[in-house]
């Protein structure tokens, strides 16, 4: 498992942009598939975007494709979320994950298969 702190979240207005960032804490996790996942009030956490460990693929659900982009430095030790367009229905937690022990080329878009978890970021678009 690795330590993991979520930042760069905050109150936009619809249609505006923010940055998420993830850092790791005392280790790596650049062998690691990631992922962001949100979780809105009275809902279940949902899968968001993910990328294997090279950076080289990744994955989003329907809902963020074409407005949110994931990316990662591994030489930093960071992860990230590009989000634009933003809208109201995007209000929520955001969490970033690592899956420390699954297969890095497999981008695993069920939370039970991540095994390390920041402590969130809120995220709040205002209408």
């Known amino acids: 498992q690795v330590q993991l702190a979520e930042s760069g979240g905050g109150l936009v207005q619809v249609g505006g942009s923010l940055r998420l960032s993830c850092a790791a804490i005392?280790?790596?996790?650049?062998?690691?598939?990631m992922g962001w996942f949100r979780q809105a009030p009275g809902k279940e956490r949902e899968f968001v975007a993910g990328v294997t460990w090279s950076g080289g693929n990744t994955y989003y659900s329907d809902s963020v494709k074409g407005r949110f982009t994931i990316s990662r430095d591994n030489a930093k030790n960071a992860l990230y979320l590009q989000m634009i367009s933003l809208k109201p229905e995007d209000t929520a937690v955001y969490y970033c994950?690592?899956?420390?022990?699954?297969?890095?080329?497999?981008?695993?878009?069920?939370?039970?298969?991540?095994?390390?978890w920041g402590q969130g970021t809120q995220v709040t678009v205002s209408s």
């Open positions: 994950a690592a899956d420390t022990d699954g297969n890095s080329w497999y981008i695993p878009t069920i939370q039970n298969e991540y095994d390390s």
């Open positions: 005392g280790r790596t996790f650049s062998h690691s598939a």
